[in-house]
């Protein structure tokens, strides 16, 4: 695209999508300039999400008025909503082309020709393989995202990802470590393993997911390992034996729920019963007391009476978790639970969204004060601002200049209105 000069990007949804982003960046290599301003690029990529009706009406929203405050600038989208939705997409007169999640990495090929067609859209359960790639540095990051596997293979009844990223692929052992390493060697102190459905990784390539973090544990020299996200059917003894005993890996665990109703997790086509859940994350919480564990959870699923929906609240009250992700369930078309004619009210999911967020809330401002006063191991990110170990965000009030992503220790000295201050030590 010879009009094309400056770049810039806007992404949404999770580690994955901004990992595909920082990639599909990286691989533009010098033939055109990224900037963060999206008032003053050529060229706005944006990459999707497609979790909730919310998140398509507001990227749709936010597409329009980048429209209007720079009518110049070209707009590609691509990510899922580009691969499970692309109809509505074309009927959004501001976009101008849209590439779906199958082609993305195609994009820096495509923008060096001189005509982009209008949409690149083909089958996502064509591809078998995970597409791999060379690192390369980019703009420093306090630490660095590495996607090792993509796609889901299971079948949710509320969720439209496998839809948007096809059948579960993992990256070759042998080139994560080699990754990990390079990202050391660019100054990385901790790196975050994430997936579409990391707990899959590598079935696909006859292994798993202990046995590639034991050769991480045992191979590479990065001091923080995270892990994005497990689930819990996949979770076994043995895996939380290694988190356990790990000197790598971050006590910090997104175990997913969705649900603290027996008959909820059923109707959801969940892989686990609430038991299974428990016996983990107690585990964890007995073996390390300063482990932080999270989850989410989905507000008004069909049939999800008041009787059900209070045993969620009760559980998850009841439970050692320490903050909550909260999803207001929403229809996607093509699943299971779409179809259901017992759908909840939006205002009834608002109010069980609500106390949700509040119960969230609370348990994650007990888990930062039980901290006050105690030295811990963290991370500089942007803006004065610090990640611990085990996933305090923490405000520093501090002249001292340090850069993201070095390692540090600090004391927090109170908690306020749900959020942690501190000083290095």
Do not use: W
């Amino acid at each position: 695209m010879k009009s094309v000069e400056k770049i810039s990007f806007l992404t949404y949804g999770c580690k994955v999508n901004q990992f595909d982003s920082d990639r599909i960046a990286a691989s533009i290599g010098d033939r055109f300039k990224i900037i963060e301003d999206n008032n003053s690029s050529d060229l706005c990529i944006v990459n999707t999400c497609t979790v909730t009706n919310n998140s398509d009406n507001q990227i749709i929203n936010d597409i329009k008025k980048l429209k209007r405050n720079n009518p110049k600038c070209k707009i590609l989208v691509t990510g899922c909503l580009a691969q499970t939705n692309p109809e509505s997409l074309e009927t959004v007169s501001e976009v101008d082309y849209i590439v779906d999640n199958a082609n993305k990495y195609l994009i820096p090929k495509v923008l060096s020709e001189p005509y982009i067609p209008k949409k690149i859209i083909s089958n996502i359960f064509d591809i078998d393989k995970f597409k791999d790639f060379k690192i390369s540095e980019k703009e420093k990051r306090s630490r660095a995202f590495l996607s090792v596997q993509d796609g889901c293979s299971f079948r949710c009844a509320f969720c439209i990802i496998p839809f948007a990223r096809g059948k579960s692929r993992s990256m070759e052992t042998e080139s994560v470590i080699e990754k990990i390493n390079n990202l050391y060697d660019l100054g990385y102190n901790e790196v975050v393993i994430s997936g579409i459905h990391l707990s899959s990784y590598g079935v696909d390539i006859g292994t798993n997911l202990l046995t590639l973090l034991k050769e991480i544990e045992n191979n590479t020299d990065i001091p923080n390992i995270r892990l994005s996200s497990i689930d819990p059917a996949d979770t076994g003894d043995d895996i939380v034996d290694f988190f356990i005993k790990s000197k790598k890996i971050c006590p910090s665990f997104h175990i997913s729920l969705q649900s603290g109703s027996e008959k909820v997790l059923q109707m959801m086509k969940r892989r686990y019963k609430l038991e299974k859940f428990s016996k983990i994350i107690r585990a964890i919480k007995e073996n390390n007391k300063n482990a932080c564990i999270g989850t989410d959870v989905i507000a008004g699923f069909p049939g999800e009476t008041n009787a059900l929906f209070d045993e969620t609240l009760n559980y998850i009250k009841n439970s050692p978790l320490d903050y909550l992700h909260v999803f207001p369930y929403s229809d996607r078309r093509g699943t299971k639970a779409s179809r259901s004619n017992c759908k909840i009210s939006n205002e009834v999911k608002k109010i069980r969204a609500k106390a949700l967020r509040e119960l969230g809330q609370s348990k994650k401002t007990n888990f930062y004060s039980s901290f006050i006063g105690k030295k811990l191991s963290a991370i500089i990110e942007r803006n004065n601002h610090a990640r611990t170990r085990n996933y305090i965000d923490v405000n520093i009030d501090d002249t001292v200049l340090l850069k993201p992503g070095e390692l540090v220790t600090l004391v927090i000295d109170k908690v306020e209105n749900g959020k942690a201050f501190g000083h290095y030590t």
